[in-house]
């Protein structure tokens, strides 16, 4: 895999980790992750570890839901090149910091109880394995990706919903927003997100209240997006 290939695959969740600072991955007794009292606009960060197996590429998750809210001073010390020694891969992807939209999660089956580990002094927990093609990892934003979970997402009744819709109707409900492309991003500053987005013609971003609530639920698998600043959408399907 070339230099270049490298650089577009990571593109698929965020920017690569930098070279700077250091490390540890380990594993740990399994704490009791706890949700924030309040989820909505909650940090959190996530880190990506791309395999090349036998049956194509894969990318498994891990993020810090439970635990703590990703310091900033170890998030930041994080280095590329001893994760991608610690996780013995092709690829680790420093997908954060981000804010969950959501106000309520439920997970079951493996994303619930994932494998544990410390990562710079960082709790983290696997939360998905996803399953890539060439397409879906090289591909620009507003590609679908194939996440497999087990979650019901809740937006409460009378909260604004962040969303685009495709040229077909598909809508994409926003799971949580990116710190990575614009660190100064705020919850505040995303009912007028759509006049910064520029996505490929016939789709369009909006704002809307719904009068009860809105739940996305995964049955094993969930279809997201992201835009070109590297938040994350969760397409809606009929259940």
């Not at 934003?141 to 819709?165: C, M, S, W």
């Amino acid at each position: 895999m070339t230099s270049s290939s490298r650089s577009r695959l990571s593109a698929l969740f965020a920017l690569l980790v930098p070279l700077t600072g250091g490390a540890a991955v380990a594993q740990q007794p399994a704490p009791t992750p706890k949700l924030p009292a309040v989820l909505r606009d909650a940090r959190y960060c996530e880190l990506v570890a791309v395999h090349l197996t036998l049956d194509g590429l894969k990318a498994s998750v891990f993020n810090t839901l439970g635990f703590d809210d990703c310091p900033a001073d170890k998030w930041d010390a994080l280095t590329r090149r001893e994760l991608l020694a610690q996780f013995d891969t092709l690829a680790v992807v420093m997908n954060g910091p981000r804010h969950f939209i959501m106000d309520g999660i439920s997970a079951s089956g493996d994303t619930k109880t994932g494998e544990i580990i410390t990562v710079g002094g960082i709790v983290m927990a696997k939360r998905a394995e996803v399953s890539l093609s060439l397409h879906q990892a090289m591909g620009p934003a507003y590609t679908e990706q194939t996440i497999d979970r087990n979650t019901t997402y809740r937006f409460d009744a009378g909260k604004p919903v962040f969303q685009l819709t495709a040229p077909d109707g598909a809508v994409y409900v926003m799971q949580s927003y990116a710190q990575i492309v614009d660190p100064a991003l705020t919850y505040a500053d995303l009912a007028g997100l759509g006049s910064r987005l520029k996505p490929p013609a016939g789709w369009h971003y909006s704002t809307r209240t719904p009068d009860t609530d809105l739940l996305l639920v995964a049955k094993g698998t969930a279809i997201v997006i992201q835009d070109e600043m590297k938040n994350t959408y969760q397409k809606v399907v009929a259940n």
